[in-house]
């Protein structure tokens, strides 16, 4: 998946349909067009553009969301990063790394956090003590070991 900085973003203005297409795929991303448009007072062929426009904008994504345990990675963890010199350039090669789901830039005792899932404790041990304390410009990390997910959800609406 290809990822954007805020910068290369540029700001969608949505209408309040589009809006409520979102609420529904956010709802049940599989729910049928038809079924959007009735919700929303289009037909299926207008909710169909709807939803490619808001796709090809990346606006949003649609994605089937899975438990990391029943796929086969028992070990998830958030990372904290502290980075010398170019936080940019460390968070987009983060971001190559396959297991690195999340990077964002933040404020306060890390340059950065890191969520990454992997199959087990020895594959994070080898993610980051090789590969992410490899990098030029990490200055340390601290390593946030999931011990139970209790909540995860991704319906937050819109504004």
Known sequence: MATRSNRQRTAQVLDETSKRIIEQLQEDGRRPYAAI???VGLSEAAVRQRVQR???TGVMQIVAVTDPLQVGFSRQAMIGIEVEGDIAAVADELASFAEVDYVVVTAGSFDLLVEVVCEDDDHLLELVSSKIRG???VRRTETFVYLKLRKQLYNWGTR
């Open 54 to 56: 808001l796709l090809d």
């Open 37 to 39: 448009g009735k919700a």
């Open 135 to 137: 990098l030029a410009g």
